[in-house]
């Protein structure tokens, strides 16, 4: 039974260092700036969910306007950011969900004149 006890101890590392991957995913995503705004994908709240699995990471983005111009450019500079953090795989999925101001950063929103 001793045996597991180490065991039972590793989910919480997993676990923290889940978190602290994913805090490095986005600190790292915070230089993908969207051109047309002038803010990154961070500060705007496009980045919707970030799932670590064992082999792949996934990312789950939403655009400001549903045809953003620089949407493809966006997704492809998310996905190579996190691969170039992780050292693993990055599938972007563009989620359908509508962006709103109030999804922004209060930093953000407050550069805009907001709140």
């Known amino acids: 039974m001793s045996e597991m006890n180490p065991n039972a101890a590793s989910?919480?590392?997993?676990?923290?260092?889940?978190?602290?991957?994913?805090?490095?995913?986005?600190e790292a995503l915070r230089t993908v700036v969207d051109p047309e705004?002038?803010?990154?994908?961070?500060?705007?709240?496009?980045?919707?969910?970030?799932?670590?699995?064992?082999?792949?990471?996934?990312?789950?983005?939403?655009?400001?306007t549903p045809f953003c111009p620089a949407g493809p450019y966006l997704l492809e500079q998310v996905r190579y950011v996190t691969e170039q953090v992780t050292g693993r795989p990055t599938k972007v999925t563009l989620s359908m969900e509508m962006w709103d101001p109030s999804m922004m950063e209060e930093e953000a929103l407050a550069e805009w004149g907001l709140w």
């Not at 989910?11 to 986005?26: D, F, G, N, Y």
């Open 37 to 64: 705004i002038g803010m990154n994908v961070v500060q705007l709240g496009l980045i919707r969910n970030i799932e670590i699995q064992p082999d792949l990471i996934q990312i789950t983005m939403i655009l400001t």
């Open 11 to 26: 989910p919480s590392p997993s676990s923290a260092s889940h978190e602290e991957l994913v805090q490095k995913i986005r």
